[in-house]
């Protein structure tokens, strides 16, 4: 993971008022495996920032990822 990828949160995180699934944007990497995430609602205001670690997000995709697998079906199939 890296500066401006977007991730979502993977557990709840009651102290900081943040729940399971919310979105934020990588905005600083501290060291490898640990980020700040800023957390944005629809009018571009953060409700949350915090320091989180790498198991604790999931990054998101909004383009179709090619996986080993997939690129191996994909390949037999033409």
Do not use: W
């Amino acid at each position: 993971m890296e500066i401006l990828d977007v991730v979502a949160l993977m557990t709840n995180l009651p102290q900081e008022n943040l729940c399971r699934g919310q979105v934020g944007t990588i905005v600083e990497v501290y060291e490898p495996g640990v980020f700040e995430v800023d957390f944005l609602d629809l009018e571009g205001k953060t409700y949350g920032l915090a320091m989180l670690h790498q198991e604790q997000l999931i990054k998101l995709y909004y383009h179709r990822v090619l996986t080993s697998s997939t690129h191996a079906n994909v390949t037999s199939s033409s």
